[in-house]
């Protein structure tokens, strides 16, 4: 049996959070696949030991704009194929996206547009949304096993987010944006977390660092860990490690076993 520890991060700056808990997480849980978004840098910006985190491959996606956005996952085995690409080049152009394909399923590390700044990136990111589904329906049709970590910048149900009735009309919990996530739930995949948790309250991955919403657990569920059904039967273990401190998002961590 071969198991996979698998984790994900939206670190909000790789350079600022590795010595905040970056650096310290890798090396306690010790994940065989990490997965961060939002690292705000391009590779050769950042010293050696950030490049790799300790790992053997190392794939990363970054923005043209500088310290904006990109995505990196890190590997100890070699997948048999990288891309940054879901054929709409808007999307590598900013970083979104590292398409990593292994033996018993594929992997995508993305960094979801916010699309609180206005209505141009309300409509970037709801155009996203629907070409990601399209991408991600087309290669499950291909008979693959798909596993989508990251920043989804969406609290799916009430449960996922501290004021439901007040931030309805907040972007990340829009009617529309609610709507995608079952979608995108109903043509396939599960989210690994409310699966084995169907009931738990109050755990969220992401404050704001206004209000004291940290310490007053005044938070938002927006980052997943989602698997084709196919591999659910693999799923162990799926952790919103909220306590790990370095950004103002915290972890998730999910095992799966493979024979």
Request: proline share 3%; hydrophobic share 35%; glycine share 6%.
């Amino acid at each position: 049996m071969k198991t996979i520890k698998l984790v994900t991060w939206n670190v909000n700056g790789i350079r600022a959070s590795f010595d905040k808990g970056l650096g310290q997480l890798v090396r306690d849980v010790k994940p065989d696949i990490i997965c961060l978004q939002e690292t705000k840098a391009h590779k050769e910006q950042v010293n050696p030991e950030l490049q790799s985190l300790g790992y053997a491959h190392h794939f990363w996606s970054s923005a043209e704009r500088k310290g904006y956005s990109g995505v990196a996952t890190f590997l100890h085995e070699a997948p048999k194929r990288t891309q940054t690409s879901i054929d709409h080049p808007q999307y590598e152009k900013e970083g979104r996206i590292v398409w990593t394909q292994h033996a018993d399923f594929d992997l995508y590390n993305i960094y979801f547009p916010n699309g609180g700044s206005g209505e141009l990136r309300h409509q970037f990111k709801q155009t996203f949304l629907k070409d990601l589904t399209s991408h991600l329906k087309f290669e499950m049709k291909k008979g693959k096993q798909i596993i989508v970590v990251g920043d989804y910048n969406v609290a799916h149900q009430a449960i996922d987010i501290y004021d439901p009735v007040m931030m309805s009309r907040v972007s990340g919990f829009l009617p529309e944006e609610r709507q995608w996530f079952t979608e995108f739930l109903n043509s396939g995949f599960v989210d690994c977390y409310r699966y084995l948790n169907p009931t738990k309250k109050n755990i969220y991955s992401w404050w704001s660092y206004k209000e004291m919403a940290r310490i007053k657990n005044r938070g938002w569920r927006i980052d997943y860990i989602c698997a084709t059904s196919g591999l659910i039967k693999h799923l162990k273990k799926c952790e919103v490690l909220m306590e790990q401190l370095g950004s103002d998002h915290c972890p998730v961590m999910a095992e799966f076993q493979f024979e």
